[in-house]
């Protein structure tokens, strides 16, 4: 007779990969698992985007979940395509918001897509623009730039700084960027925010 540890839990051989809407920061890990804790799912590990689960799908309080996934302002995804162009956008914030950003994301993001989906680029190119109606460059930008604007506002990085770190090559480039998308300059930007976070009595 072989003895079982007193500590070993018995857990399914089958998991379930939900992927879950609107996740886009460790406060969302947080609340996500949470939640789901709460309504007795037993939570194996959690990424943005992205829920392990224990159990068959089948099995699932899929309708519990969707609930309690929406009162928290996320979403359940199901649809096939929804949860491609879900993968994508997760793999680009991933990059975007990378603290170990070392190369120009212009240059190697659509190798790490494929890479990442397993599906070739055209197809997930063109199946994200007809959904999102915007391109997969051009959402890339977007993010580049709110990663900008957030980097700005916590004032402890140069522009120089920030632009390598988002892999511009140059600052004019990052501020001719920032421009088109949000009508000024990054130093334009910079210094509303700076004069926001000084004292009332420091402004002139």
Do not use: W
């Not at 990442?116 to 997969?136: A, Q, R």
Request: charged fraction near 25%; charge should be positive.
């Amino acid at each position: 007779m072989v003895s079982k540890s007193p500590n070993k839990i018995n857990v399914s051989s089958t998991t379930t990969k939900l992927l879950i809407k609107n996740m886009v920061c460790n406060r969302c890990i947080k609340v996500v698992g949470d939640e789901l804790r709460k309504i007795g799912i037993d939570v194996r590990s959690i990424t943005l985007g992205e829920v392990v689960v224990n159990g068959v799908k089948d099995q699932l309080p899929i309708t519990k979940i969707k609930n309690v996934m929406e009162e928290n302002g996320f979403e359940l995804i199901e649809d096939k395509s929804a949860k491609i162009i879900e993968k994508i956008k997760l793999t680009i914030l991933d990059l975007v918001r990378s603290d170990n950003l070392q190369q120009p994301l212009h240059e190697n993001y659509s190798d790490i897509i494929v890479e990442k989906l397993g599906l070739d680029y055209h197809y997930l190119s063109s199946l994200f623009s007809s959904v999102e109606n915007i391109t997969i460059e051009q959402y890339i930008i977007l993010q580049k730039i709110e990663r900008a604007k957030e980097l700005l506002k916590y004032g402890e990085l140069t522009l120089s700084e920030i632009a390598y770190k988002l892999g511009y090559s140059s600052v004019q480039h990052l501020s001719n960027q920032f421009r088109k998308v949000t009508g000024m300059t990054a130093s334009q930007f910079k210094n509303i925010t700076e004069n926001i976070r000084k004292p009332l009595d420091k402004l002139k």
